[in-house]
């Protein structure tokens, strides 16, 4: 015998199910959307840490595809620490500026090689026993030339060999003398500065 009343009774409890359903919908959606939301975040917050200001000068170069080329390390036949004429051959004659649009620039090559000279003068009055001299220019040039090395990361294999001191205690020492390195062709970097400054007024400093 069918129950009318067991039936509706049956109906009135399942009958809320649906909208049961259709309530656990956006909650699940809404734990997707944190969870979306918390990863953002942690990249957002990642990448505001690696990354500088967004007012913070951003690195350039001149406008030049430089070549590679190969440089075998020697020493003590050229650049004799007073060699001046030597030395001075270094440099571009307008030293390391160049000029792009309306704006002036040193190039970091011959601005590097640049405070090498100051650093050598410096070296040169204090072996000649100079006194009252300010060697501040040099100190910072010291810390250009540093950075620089950093930055450039010459990752070249110097052999090592043994070597022996007067007491005959021997030590695996490399010199770095006649080692090819890899390098930017700095030729090619000379000429573009020199056809910049032939082709523009380049301020006196």
């Known amino acids: 015998m069918r129950c009318d009343t067991c039936l509706r009774s049956r109906v009135q409890i399942t009958a809320p199910l649906p909208a049961q359903a259709h309530s656990m919908i956006p909650l699940h959606k809404a734990i997707s959307f944190l969870l979306v939301a918390s990863v953002a ?14 007012d913070a ?10 070549q590679h080329a190969a440089l075998e390390f020697t020493f003590g036949k050229h650049y004799n620490i007073t060699a001046d004429a030597e030395w001075d051959t270094l440099l571009p004659p307008h030293g390391a500026q160049i000029i ?3 704006e002036e620039f040193d190039v970091g090559l011959f601005s590097d090689l640049g405070c090498l ?26 810390g250009q030339i540093r950075q620089a090395i950093m930055c450039n990361s010459d990752l070249t294999l110097e052999p090592a060999y043994l070597v022996c001191d007067a007491e005959e205690k021997c030590a695996p020492a490399a010199t770095g003398d006649h080692v090819a390195h890899r390098c930017r062709n ?14 523009g007024e380049i301020s006196e400093r």
């Open 100 to 102: 792009l649009g309306s």
């Open 41 to 54: 975040l942690n990249v957002l917050t990642a990448w505001r840490i690696l990354s500088p200001p967004f």
């Open 57 to 66: 000068p951003l690195a350039s170069e001149a406008p030049l595809a430089v």
């Open 186 to 199: 700095w030729a090619q970097v000379r000429e573009f500065v020199e056809e910049n400054q032939a082709s």
């Open 117 to 142: 000279q100051t650093i050598r003068h410096a070296f040169l009055l204090l072996r000649n026993g100079a006194t009252g001299e300010s060697f501040a220019a040099a100190e910072a040039c010291l």
